[in-house]
């Protein structure tokens, strides 16, 4: 099993980036992949995560509007688009690999069965 997180940089307030999580050595469909990030002194909380079998979707309420996650079965990849980055975004992101039911409510970190390493993402003036 391997995820391998991309695509994390220094931006600016208000930029963008594109998170991508390149899955491999397992089945796609049977799992849902979550985005998680951990700040400095923080407890890592979830962000955002797709069931790839159904396409139901998670994010927490402070990137609604902001970010987009997506998939391509094809590449076994899963994305993150985030627009509008802020200040309190700065975190280290984790892709995932998650059991947990997608209904909207919640993404736990509970549910993960297989971490990838992390990126960062940092947002200054």
């Known amino acids: 099993v391997q995820l391998q997180a991309s695509g994390g940089g220094s931006v600016q307030p208000g930029s963008s980036l594109k998170l991508s999580c390149a899955a491999s050595?397992?089945?796609?469909?049977?799992?849902?992949i979550g985005w998680f990030r951990q700040a400095p002194g923080k407890e890592r909380e979830g962000v955002s995560c797709?069931?790839?079998?159904?396409?139901?979707?998670y994010y927490r309420d402070a990137v609604k509007g902001r970010f987009t996650i997506s998939k391509d079965k094809a590449k076994n990849t899963v994305y993150l688009q985030m627009n509008g980055l802020r200040l309190e975004d700065t975190a280290v992101y984790y892709c995932?690999?998650?059991?947990?039911?997608?209904?909207?409510?919640?993404?736990?970190?509970?549910?993960?069965?297989?971490w990838g390493q992390g990126t960062q993402v940092t947002v200054s003036s």
């Open positions: 995932a690999r998650s059991t947990q039911r997608i209904y909207g409510s919640s993404c736990e970190s509970a549910y993960v069965n297989y």
């Open positions: 050595g397992f089945t796609l469909d049977l799992y849902t």
């Open positions: 797709i069931s790839i079998s159904d396409d139901r979707t």
